[in-house]
């Protein structure tokens, strides 16, 4: 009998082990080298652009889990210049973007150039009376960034943990192959509140606007408020996962520029994952 009652207990009960074949570091820092498999180390953020248009996808796709994430665009597609075809990547997130921004000032002067631009030609007439014709170099970089985005915020970032802060903050990155870099072009296009009267700080003569949670829209409220070259707004980012952005605003000529160098000091060492508001301690 208490063989069999001894088998039912071995089969339906279970009783966890309070031994084990494993010891954790009291550091916290484990010598992964002795292990068998040590655990892989994702790339870091600041890593170059790569010159093939594949390598940028394969890297992009594998940082924003693009498998599972629903709110990445990745738009390839094709454009001539200077008589070839050349492949593009256009990346943005869906919601933080303006989709009209994005089809008349960037994807449809790409896409619809039917300018077969070439190398341009300039006749020079020597002493003897012979003509010579002098070509210069078609660049694609300067074309694109010069002639071909008719967009105001434009700008070249050459490696991959700028181009995804600027992606966050509602831009768009454009690479192209045979460049080791991206265009970065403001379409920002995401909802917002609107600028409100103060709820908790009201005041009878000064300003009835508050600020809201858009950076740049406060800013703006101050520089309608402050009407003077020397008023400063310096942008800052705090918060290791969050990367909220912050502006340090102060007049330049007023200001005691080792206390602007302080803030400047504590911002940046702030060491917190996110930053809610200007309580967060």
């Known amino acids: 009998m208490n063989t069999f009652n001894n088998f039912f207990k071995r089969l339906f009960l279970y009783s966890p082990s309070t031994n084990y074949d494993f010891t954790l570091s009291e550091s916290g820092n484990e010598d992964f080298n002795n292990l068998e498999n040590p655990p892989s180390i994702s790339l870091p953020n600041d890593t170059a652009i790569y010159p093939s248009l594949n390598d940028n996808l394969n890297y992009l796709k594998s940082k924003y889990n693009s498998l599972i994430n629903s709110d990445i665009i990745f738009r390839p597609f094709q454009f001539k210049a200077n008589g070839k075809t050349y492949n593009a990547l256009f990346l943005g997130i869906d919601g933080m973007i303006s989709s009209s921004l994005v089809n008349d000032f960037l994807l449809r002067p790409l896409i619809n150039t039917n300018q077969n631009i070439s190398t341009s030609k300039t006749n020079i007439k020597t002493n003897n009376g012979i003509t010579m014709r002098k070509v210069k170099n078609f660049n694609l970089e300067d074309y694109i960034f010069d002639k071909l985005i008719p967009q105001n915020s434009i700008s070249k970032v050459s490696n991959f943990e ?38 908790n700080e009201i005041v009878i003569r000064g300003s009835q606007e508050a600020f809201v949670e858009k950076l740049r829209t406060n800013t703006s409220i101050l520089r309608r408020i402050i009407n003077s070259p020397e008023f400063i707004i310096e942008k800052s980012s705090v918060g290791k996962i969050s990367n909220t952005n912050v502006a340090i605003c102060y007049m330049k000529n007023i200001a005691n520029p080792n206390l602007v160098a302080e803030v400047k000091y504590r911002l940046n060492n702030i060491d917190v994952d996110y930053v809610l508001s200007s309580r967060t301690s």
Request: hydrophobic share 45%; charged share 25%.
């Open 162 to 199: 700028d181009v995804i802060m600027r992606i966050s903050s509602g831009d768009c990155a454009l690479f192209v192959d045979t460049l080791n870099l991206a265009f970065v072009v403001d379409v920002k296009g995401f909802e917002s509140r609107g600028i409100d009267t103060p709820k």
